[in-house]
């Protein structure tokens, strides 16, 4: 496991600000459960597509509850440190003035452009270093229980890459590399870019010499585009008025007034919808970068928005009169 030193290097000095994968100790661990495992095999004459042992150390409840608490650590941690950097940059003038009393005070374009880079960073090594963890645990142990836990967290919604707020992050990093105001001393990360296939856009990512590149297709799968887009909690991207109608709502009452139950249109997960994120940034990114488009969709929208509106109104007068009427009668 070299890249176990190579973490430990890349995060030294950060443990203050961002928490880490107990990378060290879940090495040991299964070094331990590789020799008493083979120790095993040996005197109980297991074959070599013999799964892992009954008692294992590691399965009983030493390793996937170690992973969890520190995957659910560090994805809780990136979560709310991208969310205030973006909720700063896109403040107006008061509102940063207000947030930089509260104790933000990384107010220069330069240096959240620089937090930015070191937070999408921070994310794509730790996503490298679970893939490695329970890659190996599968190989020592001659299972696929790694990959299964993989899809658990994925299901709890702790695997770092379903995190909104890295596309968020990703879409920020390529504004502000495009952005004909930044300064010739701000930070460059090339590592981040806008593609489009066949016409449908993606985020790419790709650093850390290509160990990991990331693809994260923005087609919102009920219209075929993408506008005004929003995360669900599961990771996949829609068009907010696309959203809204797999939601059963109005734009006007909005995702929060979705059913508990209600489902993500793609994946089938339930309860999807009321923790949603709207993708400002990348909604900047797109409308700068396919403006023809974002235009023509604009003004259909603008108009189907206004309708949805008159409509909701008019419900709320009918109802009210209906209530009116019957206090009335009695």
């Known amino acids: 496991m070299k890249f176990c030193k190579e973490y430990r290097q890349y995060m030294q000095g950060k ?18 459960c590789r020799r008493d495992y083979r120790c095993k095999k040996n005197i109980d004459g297991f074959h070599n597509n013999q799964t892992c042992p ?44 207000f947030l930089w009393l509260r104790g ?41 229980q790694g990959q299964t836990f ?33 300064s010739e001393k701000a930070p460059s990360f090339e590592g981040c870019n806008l593609i489009f296939n ?20 923005l087609t919102c799968s009920i219209c075929l585009t993408v506008f005004d887009p929003v995360s669900l909690t599961c990771g996949h ?13 109005t734009i006007i009452d909005g995702l929060k007034a979705a059913e508990p139950k209600g489902k993500c249109p793609l994946c089938r997960e339930v309860g999807v919808f009321d923790g949603a994120v709207h993708l ?9 970068s396919c403006h023809e488009y974002w235009e023509q969709r604009h003004q259909r929208e603008r108009v189907e928005r206004i309708q949805q509106a ?15 009427q019957a206090t009335s009668s009695s």
Request: net charge positive; glycine share 4%; charged share 25%.
């Open 150 to 182: 993989k899809s658990q967290a994925q299901s709890m919604r702790i695997e770092i890459l379903q995190s909104p707020w890295l596309c968020e992050l990703m879409a920020f990093l390529i504004n502000s590399r495009e952005s004909k105001v930044k």
């Open 104 to 144: 933000n005070r990384q107010s220069d374009h330069t240096a959240l452009i620089q937090k930015g880079k070191d937070l999408v960073s921070y994310a794509l090594i730790n996503a490298i270093a679970i893939r490695k963890i329970l890659k190996k645990y599968d190989k020592i142990h001659d299972s696929k």
């Open 237 to 249: 991207i829609f068009c907010y008025m696309c959203a809204c109608s797999a939601a059963s709502v």
């Open 198 to 217: 066949d016409g449908k856009p993606s985020l790419t990512c790709e650093i850390f010499e290509s160990i990991i590149k990331l693809d994260i297709d």
């Open 15 to 32: 443990e203050e600000t961002l928490p880490l994968l107990g990378f060290k100790k879940l090495k040991k661990i299964m070094k331990k």
């Open 280 to 288: 400002d940034e990348l909604n900047i990114l797109l409308s700068q």
């Open 310 to 324: 008159k409509q909701y109104w008019e419900n709320q007068c009918l109802a009210l009169s209906a209530r009116n």
């Open 54 to 97: 009954d008692h294992c150390p590691v399965c009983d409840g030493t390793i996937f509850p170690s992973l969890l608490k520190d995957m659910s650590s560090v994805v809780g941690s990136f979560n709310e440190q991208a969310q205030k950097l973006l909720e700063l940059h896109l403040a107006s003038g008061f509102q940063k003035y």
